[in-house]
Nanobody, 113 residues
Framework: QLVESGGGLVQPGGSLRLSCAASGSIFSTYVMGWYRQAPGKQRELVAGITSGGSTNYAESVKGRFTISRDNAKNAVYLQMNSLKPEDTAVYYC?????????WGQGTQVTVSS
């Protein structure tokens, strides 16, 4: 089970930190990711982090967003800086370990003045 938190309304240029709490004793073996879906658009990968800590980012967020994980707390985070209106979306936490592919319920991020 994945539970996201930390979304909200922020002005352009502001920051937010999303958190995802996971249940299960083998969290450290999962590839974790943050995805987002804006109205009328497909869900897209924002950032991912492997069990070994390797990360990857969508081009649109490189240099602004940072994904991290704390295996001791069964948690993954997304630090979002320099937010833009186009970052507005529902953000979803994802956990993958073949054949498991789990999703959280999503948290709304709105960037607007």
């Amino acid at each position: 089970q994945l539970v996201e938190s930390g979304g909200g309304l922020v002005q352009p240029g502001g920051s937010l930190r999303l958190s995802c709490a996971a249940s299960g004793s083998i969290f450290s073996t999962y590839v974790m990711g943050w995805y987002r879906q804006a109205p009328g658009k497909q869900r897209e990968l924002v950032a991912g982090i492997t069990s070994g800590g390797s990360t990857n980012y969508a081009e649109s967020v490189k240099g602004r967003f940072t994904i991290s994980r704390d295996n001791a707390k069964n948690a993954v985070y997304l630090q979002m800086n320099s937010l833009k209106p186009e970052d507005t979306a529902v953000y979803y936490c994802n956990a993958k370990r073949n054949p498991i592919n789990s999703w959280g319920q999503g948290t709304q991020v709105t960037v607007s003045s």
